[in-house]
């Protein structure tokens, strides 16, 4: 034990019928998830997933397994996105965080079995998520391409938005983070610019194909009669244009080459390392199915949360008598410093909001990345709390998180509602990763509140204007607005919008928190500087 710092106590009753209540809600929306991720896994289906493999070529899964290093992580980022729209869920790309050559990085890989890898409107948005994520956490960027550019009727979405992705490629290397492209096959038009983007790229002999346009195009733009081989062949981009720093064999030589380019980076990252024991929690983290609600309406206690993620359950709380329905405290995760800050009953008060304001301050003082454990239903509203200063306090936590430097990390491990979202980190304010937990539901408001709120004031408007008010069609409004607001604010929903980076398993927050703090030491942290902590 460290000294001076308390080991959470073990409170939770895995014989209690709300921990078997929880465990079996939860691992039910744990197997809907994962039949989810199965639809982005399986690619373009069995019919391309065979021509594929019929052509001898390995699935962008498999490229990537045998780039990443022996028995090292990967931690996907958007499977879902997409996810309840016209678009394949998964939107035809991978993209995650990965080690190759000792090196982290972010990997993006096109899957050809899904329309040739051609990217759609979801595709960019998956895949300037991960670029954001490597240039904000300085991580160089791997390209595993083969793709068909862009998916032509959606043209009119994708053209103007998606030559962001050049620019972004072009000023990444300019950061001074290396960009790397292995072509597999086909990468025509805007796919063609991925590697004449890149700092590095490799070919495969016979297999690659770079060109802006294929055979068919030029034929109809200039009359010429030509080929794939010798319009963007591997061989000729390797001898005669240039555009190819290696040619390799075959796919499994493509990524030798890969990996040796990696591992001549001399890539350091600028960021401490771990500091502290990284010893596992005492608490059982496959009990937290059991722990989150799996209600969004019941709340639970985040330090039976904290206890199964955090080192040792160790964990030092700052001010526990203060503001008793947001925790605030200090421990570490796989040796590195956080600092946390977790929902307790849902509501955030002004004594919450001036809490988490001075929390966060402190936390830039010290340079100590920040954990968001959210599950609010948002800032209390009613007379007396407006007349106590809710807005301004209220402010004052959104101010302190909007301007705070260290990186933020944020779980939805419940509900997140109206400017609750905010105060604790949501999209809106960058945090550097962003997962939920399957119960996560994300709106305004509950679903009953806001189908009440609209009746309300359809009831006031009614009566101002000196009319009936028709009951019947009133309780078919609110039905309908309340199935509405359930279908989307579920944690699939938000993720196929791509409001977060992932659904995660409860059990795996430790595991991917490890893994996310790992990366953003990356860069240097470092907090706000230019202001002392102020008691408010």
């Not at 330090?303 to 605030?328: C, H, M, N, W």
């Not at 909001?353 to 239903?377: M, R, S």
Request: include cysteine; charge should be negative; charged fraction near 20%.
């Amino acid at each position: 034990m460290v000294i001076g710092v308390d080991v959470l106590p073990d409170r939770v009753d895995v014989e209690s019928p709300t921990f078997r209540d929880n465990r079996q809600g939860l691992l039910a929306q744990i197997e809907e998830i994962r039949g989810e991720l199965a639809k982005t896994n399986a690619g373009g289906g069995e019919k391309y997933v065979a021509r594929h493999r019929k052509r001898g070529k390995l699935l962008v899964r498999e490229r990537i397994e045998m780039l990443l290093d022996p028995d090292s992580a990967f931690l996907e980022l958007s499977p879902f996105a997409a996810w309840g729209t016209q678009y394949p869920v998964g939107a035809s790309v991978v993209t995650g965080l990965g080690v190759v050559e000792g090196v982290e990085c972010v990997l993006i890989g096109h899957d050809p079995t899904v329309r040739g890898g051609a990217s759609n409107p979801y595709t960019f948005k998956k895949v300037f998520r991960a670029m954001s994520i490597a240039r904000e956490n300085e991580l160089p960027i791997v390209n595993l391409v083969e793709s068909g550019g862009a998916d032509l009727p959606t043209q009119s979405e994708i053209f103007i938005p998606g030559g962001q992705l050049f620019h972004d490629l072009t000023t990444h290397s300019a950061a001074g983070m290396p960009t790397v492209a292995l072509v597999f096959g086909n990468s025509t038009a805007g796919g063609a610019y991925v590697p004449g983007m890149c700092d590095y790229v490799v070919m495969v002999r016979e297999r690659a194909k770079v060109f802006l346009g294929g055979p068919p195009l030029v034929k109809m733009a200039t009359g010429e009669v030509s080929d794939d081989e010798s319009l963007g062949g591997g061989e000729m981009h390797a001898r005669v244009s240039g555009l190819a720093d290696y040619l390799a064999e075959d796919e499994q030589d493509a990524i030798r080459i890969g990996r040796r380019v990696m591992a001549r980076l001399n890539w350091r990252k600028k960021g401490p390392g771990p500091s502290l024991r990284a010893d596992p929690p005492r608490r059982d983290p496959g009990q937290l199915i059991g722990v989150a609600s799996a209600d969004p309406k019941v709340p639970f206690d985040p330090r039976d949360v904290i206890a199964r993620v955090v080192d040792g359950s160790r964990f030092d709380e700052f001010k526990p008598l203060y503001g008793q329905s947001l925790v605030t405290g200090w421990a570490s995760i796989h040796g590195y410093p956080v600092g946390v800050l977790a929902n307790a009953q849902g509501i955030l008060f002004s004594e919450e909001a001036e809490k988490a304001a001075q929390f966060i301050q402190l936390a830039n003082q010290i340079d100590t990345p920040l954990v968001f454990l959210q599950n609010t239903t948002g800032y209390m509203v009613g007379a007396a709390y407006e007349q106590g200063g809710i807005i301004k306090d209220g402010a004052k936590m959104i101010n302190a998180v909007s301007n705070s430097a260290v990186p933020h990390l944020t779980i939805t491990m419940g509900a997140s509602y109206g400017a609750g979202n905010y105060g604790m980190c949501g999209r809106s304010y960058a945090p550097r990763f962003l997962f939920s937990w399957p119960n996560a539901r994300s709106a305004v408001m509950g679903p009953a509140q806001l189908a009440g709120v609209m009746s309300i004031v359809a009831r006031e408007s009614a009566a101002n204007r000196g009319l009936d008010f028709d009951e019947e069609a009133d309780t078919r409004l609110r039905a309908a607005v309340e199935e509405q607001i359930e279908r989307e604010q579920v944690a699939l929903a938000n993720s196929g919008r791509l409001y977060d980076d992932g659904i995660i398993d409860p059990r795996d927050t430790r595991t991917v928190l490890g893994i996310c703090l790992s990366a953003v030491h990356s860069t240097e942290v470092r907090g706000r500087r230019g202001y002392g902590v102020f008691r408010m």
